[in-house]
């Protein structure tokens, strides 16, 4: 059963919303001193976890309940990664990157231990009737859904081109700051850790920006408008000048997270539950499979046209990849669609509460 919204906290009513939370923010902290450690094994923990709970959500709270919910994971989620991220380059000096893997096991197993603790079970779907390759034809229908719906395919597009140049800059800032810059070690995670402050704000400001202004132009504001300032971390230099790298990061930090917060609770609304979980896994696969594309994008560049110029290159990357959605039904909208209706005559999905509505509203 549900827990419907109600006077207090989300984590101090809803025992099992704070065994979720607290299971997150391990795994997250686990994979992000992982992530310092040996960043080609943590690519692997980086989306499985926000894929299946924006799957699991909607049965866990009410509606009503489920903004305060999307909010408060992801902005554990960047809280965890910036205090995983440091005590990751600690615990790597001082006992290596093997013992760094140790560590992230212990997390996973408190992640686990809490996952476990979870009253609420989903109902199983029936099994009478189900033939052999079914799960190829559900995967193979959550595809079809998002190629075939403008908003969902919008989003699954933006999402890729947006990884690919996310992880690209990502991929050489440390070197740059240390070679380009001319940062000590320790300076270049305290940057780094600073920078990433910016998701924490991005989260918990992402439901008020988009009661102000609208769902669908509040993902512009944080996808686009902030992501304009990534532009300003290839002008870092020292002294003073890493300031610009700190806001620059801060504000593609608040903008990726603010604009997933928004983005999860339009996925929980406007899809159908018993579509929601086959629907994020192909989403997801196109979404973060672009991530070792940029890392190597990053790397490429990085050698061939030196570090700043790559720099400037996968930066400029991140506002381009916004204007995916500029350029489509989220462009045109207040508001992202609350539901989502049947295909009409010519096979296109109409969806209640878009941009009609929205403008009427404006």
Known sequence: MTRSAGDGGLLRRHRDFRLLWCGETAGKFGASVTGVAMPLIAVSDLGAFQTAYTAYLPGLLEPADQAEGNAKLHGSASAAQIAGLGSGGLI??????????????????????????????????????????ALAGEVGEGLRLVAGDPWLRTLTLFGAASNLALMGYQSIRVVFLVQSVGLAPGPVGALVAAAGAGGVAGAFAARRVAGR????????????????????????????????????????SAGVVGGNVIKAGFLQRYCPPELLARLTAPTAFVNYGT????????????????????????????????????????????????????????????????????????
């Open 92 to 133: 790597t000096q001082l006992a290596g990157a093997v013992n760094g893997m140790f560590v992230n096991a212990a997390t996973f197993l408190v992640s686990l231990l809490c996952l476990a603790g979870i009253r609420h079970r989903e109902p199983r779907p029936p099994r009478a009737g189900r033939r052999r390759g």
């Open 213 to 252: 202004f609208g769902t669908a132009r509040a993902t512009l504001l944080f996808e686009l408008g902030l992501a304009v300032f990534a532009l300003l971390m290839p002008l870092t230099v020292g002294g003073a000048g890493v300031l610009l790298f700190v806001a620059g990061g801060f504000c593609v």
């Open 291 to 362: 991530i070792p594309l940029g890392a190597l994008l990053g790397g490429a560049l990085g050698t061939v046209l030196g570090l700043r110029a790559a720099m400037w290159v996968t930066t400029a990357g991140i506002p381009l990849a916004a204007l995916v959605l500029l350029f489509s039904p989220v462009g045109r909208a207040r508001d992202l669609p609350a539901s989502r209706r049947p295909t009409d005559d010519a096979g296109r999905t109409r969806a209640s509460g878009g941009s009609r509505r929205a403008r009427s509203g404006a």
